[in-house]
């Protein structure tokens, strides 16, 4: 039970049933398809695997900030041993490598590769440096985690083609060009909240990062201005969902469009106002961080609704 809550399960859980829902959705009915179910498992697998290895060695390096910052939660060094952890950090990215490879060999396309390599390095950097600087460590995670589900598209070839096809034909979206373009508004949606969502645990750790000298956002301008960075933020990945909700009214999918503006754009602004309105502390922000993860699910489950329509 340890090695799971030092690889926060629950995370790699989520990682895993949103490359599934988008690969059944989205990927799946593209033909040619080079992802079919047993190629898809290993790139999915391996996903979660680096992802796993990510949160082992960034716990490695950060066990005095978690510490101070949540000295319950710490398993590193009490029940896990710390190099049985850089032992299991290198045994799962090689194995994650490996599956990919077998995917990027079958394909003929070795050079795919190297979206794994670099997220295996960027998780590295991000534990050892990046984490301890301004704004550059909530933007790498940001950007990991769009990287999710871009990797089905660079893994799929058949998408990329489906991408030179026209967006609209007769009036309504044309069904061949639609995933790609979901795959970048939902890669968007999941960069811009899970920036927002570093900044509010940077918020929340505040204490610990402090003391290890880290310098992010809330340290360096303050709880205010992270608050109003945040909201910004929000804002931008607001008008997108709102200006897509008014388009798929216009082309007649309105439970799509219910679920996207009552589901997710709404939420998205009870979450501002809740932000704003509750008292600075851990607890607060801690909150914040939880209910922002549910809408991220919240947009991974629109994808159903998408295939319902």
């Known amino acids: 039970m340890a090695w799971l809550q030092l690889m926060r399960w629950q995370n790699l859980l989520i990682i895993f049933l949103t490359q599934t829902v988008v690969w059944a959705c989205l990927v799946l009915p593209v033909e040619p398809s080079v992802l079919g179910p047993f190629h898809f ?31 319950d939660r710490v398993v590193l060094g009490k029940i896990i041993k710390r190099k049985h952890a850089i032992i299991a ?10 599956m990919a490879g077998y995917v990027a060999a079958r394909a003929q396309h070795y050079q795919w590769l190297l979206l794994q390599l670099g997220c295996t390095g960027l998780l590295w950097f991000y534990s050892t440096t990046y ?28 998408m990329r083609l489906s991408a030179l096809k026209p967006l609209v034909a007769n009036g309504k979206p044309s069904v061949s060009s639609l995933p790609v373009w979901i795959l970048v508004i939902y890669a968007y ?21 402090e003391a290890e000298g880290c310098v992010t956002m ?16 929000v ?14 009214v216009s082309y007649g999918y309105y439970l799509l469009a219910f679920y996207v503006l009552l589901l997710l754009a709404a939420p998205l602004v ?9 008292v600075a502390s851990p607890v607060h ?17 629109s994808v159903l609704i998408y295939k319902i329509q």
């Open 285 to 301: 922000y801690g909150q914040c961080s939880r209910w922002l993860k549910i809408i991220m699910v919240l947009g991974i489950c």
């Open 189 to 209: 949606f999941a960069f811009m909240l899970t920036w927002v969502r570093e900044i509010i645990k940077d918020m929340e750790d505040m204490q610990g990062d």
């Open 270 to 278: 009870g979450w501002s106002v809740y932000l704003w309105q509750g």
């Open 89 to 98: 950090h290198s045994v799962l990215n090689v194995a994650a490598i490996l």
């Open 131 to 158: 984490k301890r600087q301004y704004l550059t460590g909530n933007i790498a995670v940001a950007l990991l985690t769009a990287l999710t589900i871009i990797a089905l598209y660079v893994y799929e070839p058949a």
């Open 41 to 71: 498992l290993l790139l999915t697998s391996s996903t979660v695997l680096i992802a796993a290895a990510g949160y082992i060695i960034n716990d490695y390096f950060d066990v005095r900030i978690d510490i101070i910052n949540h000295p």
């Open 218 to 233: 809330p340290i360096k301008r303050g709880l205010g201005y992270a608050t109003r960075f945040a909201t910004v933020l």
């Open 235 to 248: 804002i931008l990945a607001l008008v997108p969902l709102i200006v897509g909700g008014a388009l798929l």
